[in-house]
């Protein structure tokens, strides 16, 4: 079974701050995609960033880069320049290959002071 | 161009009672996803469909069920409704099956169980 872990219910960044979110996952697969998904408060969610399994090389979007480690299981998001539309809930999701589901984390939620 | 939708946006229905809530996809998408999301939680995947057929089913009951039309739309339906049905049913369209194809939420329906 695939399970994701976020360990940081809450977080908190200064306006132009960088921030961190991290986390882990657990599979037997080996091929497989990772997720950042964004939850405003107004509940839409919104794909951040993708990275694939087999790519060595970490997946970047503007202010939004990830760090992962496969061996270590880590995915961690990395937003820079942090702005106040950044405010809202970042949940981590993990998709087999030839997966139809999510496995989502349980969410950080992230604030962003001005 | 329109994004994913949902009706109706939020619910209130009593124990025992049926629901049916609806999703339609982005034009041209042939899957769809449904997930629950109770509050505090990530979303949990319920169902897949791709085709009109299911593709995939979560660890819930059979109370749950779905189905998809011929335009791809798709209805969730819950029967015998327990208080702790009470959550945010989210859909997700893609093009085709598989981590590679971005998924696309929509804003969710809010269902409460009195």
């Known amino acids: 079974a695939q399970t994701v872990t976020q360990s940081q219910p809450e977080m908190s960044v200064q306006e132009a701050e960088t921030v961190t979110l991290s986390c882990t996952y657990d599979?037997?697969?080996?091929?497989?995609?990772l997720f950042w998904y964004k939850q405003p408060p107004s509940r839409q969610m919104i794909l951040v960033i993708r990275?694939?399994?087999?790519?060595?090389q970490n997946a970047t979007e503007n202010r939004f880069s990830v760090n992962f480690q496969k061996a270590a299981k880590s995915f961690s998001l990395k937003i820079s320049d942090s702005q106040l539309g950044d405010t809202a809930m970042y949940f981590c999701?993990?998709?087999?290959?030839?997966?139809?589901?999510?496995?989502f984390g349980t969410g950080t939620s992230l604030t962003v002071i001005p | 161009d329109a994004g994913v939708t949902q009706s109706p946006t939020h619910l209130i229905k009593t124990r025992g009672q049926h629901v049916t809530l609806r999703c339609s996809p982005i034009?041209?998408?042939?899957?769809v996803s449904w997930y629950q999301q109770v509050l505090g939680q990530g979303p949990q995947f319920i169902f897949q469909?791709?085709?009109?057929?299911?593709?995939g089913r979560g660890n819930f009951p059979d109370r749950f069920s779905a189905r998809q039309f011929p335009n791809y739309s798709s209805e969730l339906n819950v029967n015998a409704l327990l208080l702790g049905d009470s959550a945010l049913y989210l859909c997700?369209?893609?093009?085709?099956?598989?981590?590679?194809?971005?998924?696309?939420f929509g804003p969710g329906t809010r269902l409460t169980v009195l």
């Open positions: 034009s041209g998408h042939k899957s």
């Open positions: 999701a993990f998709m087999m290959n030839t997966g139809n589901q999510f496995y």
């Open positions: 599979t037997s697969e080996n091929n497989y995609y």
């Open positions: 990275q694939e399994a087999y790519k060595q």
């Open positions: 469909y791709y085709e009109k057929e299911e593709r």
């Open positions: 997700a369209s893609s093009l085709v099956r598989g981590g590679m194809n971005e998924q696309f």
